[in-house]
């Protein structure tokens, strides 16, 4: 069992940086994947970006150049850093945890809502 809790979202204007903090209640070396993703009204969630447990990174297109994913194996925390933030990036975002205990299981925080004025 893995609990998530996200924090850091708001309300900023276009342009802005923020950062998303993602606590995890056990220690993340032993995680697989975690993962942020969003979902905006009316449409799918979807992945933002992704760090496996060897530090490896991937990134939606959308974000490229401007989010930065990042693991406190210390702190079992996982950041977004945002910068530049667009209107369309407003969404609830998600911390996705996947790992193996005895199979593959995901778990998924409560979210944190990141709203993006013009």
């Known amino acids: 069992q893995v609990q998530l809790v996200e924090s850091g979202g708001g309300l900023v204007q276009a342009g802005d940086s923020l950062i998303l903090s993602c606590a995890a209640s056990r220690n993340i070396n032993s995680i697989n994947t975690m993962a942020w993703y969003r979902e905006a009204p009316g449409k799918q969630r979807e992945l933002v970006a992704g760090?496996?447990?060897?530090?490896?990174?991937n990134y939606a297109d959308s974000v490229k150049g401007r989010f930065t994913i990042s693991r406190d194996n210390a702190k079992n925390t996982v950041s977004l850093q945002m910068n530049n933030l667009k209107p369309e990036d407003t969404a609830v975002y998600y911390c996705k945890a996947s790992l193996v205990l005895g199979s593959w299981r995901t778990y998924w925080g409560q979210g944190t809502q990141v709203t993006v004025s013009s």
């Open positions: 760090i496996s447990s060897t530090g490896s990174t």
